[in-house]
């Protein structure tokens, strides 16, 4: 039996923000059915870490891998077309769509071998009451982060790239997100999460790294 690839590692990561290093450097493996926890307090660099992993920084030291390869410095375009899916910590959607046009125009840009599960998109809009005839203008900001992770979820990323996605929710919606990422883990994802401590009660994952920002 051939060992399992790691899908994404880091190694000995750290972030810059004007040349001067955020944090301590971290090392880290991912590999399937894995909910890998970023964990620290504003300004640790948490944001900036995830934004390495996902091809939008390049101010940094250490080395990224993707499947077992040297992903310096890669495009965020070519991770979302290896399988990868981001949840931002702040929604960016056009306030003038309605929901109904968001959806159709986002479903149209998906490959065409990408299989959206419908039954899950219905299930976050039902949980956010979200009306499909309204514009995004008019949405709370809870409601609009949960059409990001609706969108994040549905085609069944190889691997999610979530900022604090239990941030701004209500308890009953972030247990419900929590469940549908522990769902989806469990049927072949995998995961790298930030959060704060206390939303640990929710998602639990099957490692911890503490994220210290360097003073």
């Known amino acids: 039996m051939e060992p399992e690839t790691v899908l994404i590692s ?19 493996e991912l590999f399937k059915n894995e909910i890998g926890i970023l964990e620290g307090g504003n300004g640790s660099g948490k944001t900036s870490i995830l934004k390495v992993l996902s091809g939008q920084l390049d101010s940094y030291v250490g080395e990224v ?6 992903a310096n410095k890669v ?20 306030e003038f769509l309605t929901v109904n046009q968001y959806v159709n125009i986002w479903k149209r840009r998906l490959n065409k071998e990408i299989k959206v599960r419908e039954d899950l998109l219905r299930d976050f809009f ?18 609009r982060r949960i059409l990001d ?29 929590s469940n549908k990422i522990g769902d989806y883990v469990q049927r072949g994802g995998a995961a790298i999460i930030t959060m704060h401590r206390i939303e640990h009660i929710l998602l639990t994952g099957n490692w911890k790294i503490q994220v210290e920002q360097i003073t």
């Open 126 to 143: 039902d949980i956010g009451n979200i009306d499909c005839e309204s514009q995004l203008g008019e949405l709370s900001f809870g409601q």
């Open 65 to 70: 891998f993707w499947n077992g390869q040297k």
């Open 75 to 94: 495009k965020t375009w070519k991770l979302v077309a290896a399988g990868m899916r981001l949840i931002l910590q702040f929604p960016i959607q056009p």
């Open 10 to 28: 880091a190694n000995e990561l750290a972030v810059f923000y004007r040349s001067c290093p955020v944090n301590r450097p971290i090392s880290f």
């Open 149 to 177: 992770i609706a969108f994040a979820l549905a085609p069944t990323p190889r691997i999610l790239i979530a900022d604090e996605p239990l941030a701004g929710l209500a308890p009953k919606v972030a247990g419900f997100v």
